[in-house]
């Protein structure tokens, strides 16, 4: 074993990938919540305005 990881069983889905080269490999882990939210509303719209 390489190290621990405190994942949560019983996902569809990996949290991990082998990079092609077959030497590194990727995984997402646990970390800080985030103390922020900020979500854009209409950003369509503001997008129009700032291309006029």
């Known amino acids: 074993m390489l190290f621990e990881y405190p994942g949560?069983?019983?996902r569809?889905?990996?949290n991990y990938d082998?990079?092609?080269?077959?030497?590194?490999?990727v995984?997402?882990?646990v970390?800080?919540?985030?103390t922020e939210l900020v979500v854009v509303l209409n950003w369509v719209e503001e997008l129009r305005r700032q291309v006029r």
């Open 8 to 10: 949560t069983p019983f």
């Open 31 to 34: 970390g800080e919540q985030p």
């Open 18 to 25: 082998v990079h092609p080269d077959g030497d590194r490999f």
């Open 27 to 29: 995984m997402v882990g």
């Open 12 to 14: 569809l889905h990996t």
